[in-house]
Structures are given as C-alpha cells and as structure tokens.
C-alpha cells in the first residue's frame, strides 16, 4: 500500500520559506510516477504547484514557478518544496502526490496546514 | 496553461436526485479529463479517470462523459455521503489544472 506523509512547519512569517517533504512508502519514487505539490487556499479550491519526476525533470505553474523550487531525494524516498517570499495568500493545506504520466492523480498524502503569519 | 472552468459553482440537491456537473477545457484535451470527490479534512478522492472510467471501489452511481473540451460528471441517485466537493482536472499536458470545484449541498 502506498503511503504519502507530508511534514514541515505549520508557521512561516511573511517573506520567509516555506518547506514541505513528503515521505513516500510502499513505493519506490525511482518508478514510473510523477510527484506533485497541490494546495488548498482556505475557503477556495484546489490548486496545482508543480510536479516533479525522478530523473529531476520539473514543472511548475506558470505564476508560481519565480517562487518555488522542487527537488527529489531517491535515497531516502522523499520529495520536497520550497516556496520563497511567502505572504498571507501561500495560508493553505498542502498535499503530497503522485500520478502516472498524463493519467490521474491516484497517490495522496493526508495534507499538512501552513499558515503565513507574523 | 490550460484553464478548466466547472459550473455551477454550487448545487443544493436531496438524496435520489440526479446531479449533473459541468466541466468545460479553455483547449482541446482529448479524453485526460478526470475527477475527484473533496471532502474537508480528508485527501481529495478519484472518481472517474480518462473522462469516462470508473476508478475501482468507486460507486456505479458516478459516471463521466465526454472528450475534447467538455465533459460531465453524474451522480444518478445523491446518496448522503456524496455531498462534498467535486473537481475537475486535465492531465493532457504536464501543466496540471484543477477546475474551480462544484460544492454540491444538502437541500
């Protein structure tokens, strides 16, 4: 069974990084699967951050891509975030996830809530 | 990017209505449409994947439809468990997108 967890602060200052890993069990992040970052404002819908695959290949949303950064870990099997010059608008539950090339996204962590505040 | 625009926004429904809900693609996306169920506090939910199949363990209640750039989701007979939030997204280029979601409500 595959088994997503994501960790990191729960509190970042405004201007500050935000930093997530997510932890992948159960399957080998070296396999056929892409691994992604999506959020959920408070109150709003879900949003896509960027994806990224082992070979190190990214994709990030076109209005995010000047802030993040995502990077790999095949080693220890995890995957991470880092969003610079967060502000009150980056307040969001942040899930961990995977999917298939071009197919859905079948792999979810349980999300983790980062609030931007000082 | 591709843009997904789903209507309504929101729908208050009861229990054995059937609930229709709209997912429109700002370019053609061939059949990489898919759809999840968003509960609060949970991981959202895969429904139906490439636009028309159901995900395994997933009611026969829900069913997708549709290719190009307009697709619909389905619930034939509203069950209690399925008032919650259900979103669209396209997997046809590696740029995700999510629609805006549709907030289906008990009447």
């Known amino acids: 069974q595959v088994h997503l967890q994501e960790s990191g602060p729960g509190l970042v200052k405004p201007s500050e990084t935000l930093s997530l890993t997510c932890t992948v069990s159960?399957?080998?992040?070296?396999?056929?699967?892409?691994w992604d970052w999506i959020r959920q404002p408070p109150g709003k819908g879900l949003e896509w951050i960027g994806s990224i695959y082992h070979s190190g290949n990214t994709y990030y949303k076109p209005s995010l891509k000047s802030r993040v950064t995502l990077s790999v870990d095949t080693s220890k099997n995890q995957f991470s975030l880092k969003l610079i010059s967060v502000t009150a608008a980056d307040t969001a539950v942040y899930y961990c996830a995977g999917h298939a090339y071009a197919a859905a996204v079948d792999y979810w962590g349980q999300g983790a809530l980062v609030t931007v505040s000082s | 990017d591709i843009q997904m625009t789903q209507s309504p926004s929101s729908l208050s429904a009861s229990v054995g209505d059937r609930v229709t809900i709209a997912c429109r693609a700002s370019?053609?996306?061939?059949?990489?449409l898919h759809w999840y169920q968003h509960k609060p506090g949970k991981a959202p939910k895969l429904l139906i994947y490439?636009?028309?199949s159901l995900q395994s363990g997933v009611p026969s209640r829900f069913s997708g439809s549709g290719s190009g750039t307009d697709f619909t989701l389905t619930i034939s007979s509203l069950q209690p468990g399925d008032f919650a939030t259900y979103y669209c997204q396209q997997s046809y280029i590696s740029l995700l997108s999510f629609g805006g979601g549709t907030k289906v409500e008990i009447k």
């Open positions: 490439a636009a028309s």
């Open positions: 159960g399957y080998s992040l070296s396999s056929a699967h892409y």
């Open positions: 370019q053609t996306i061939g059949s990489y």
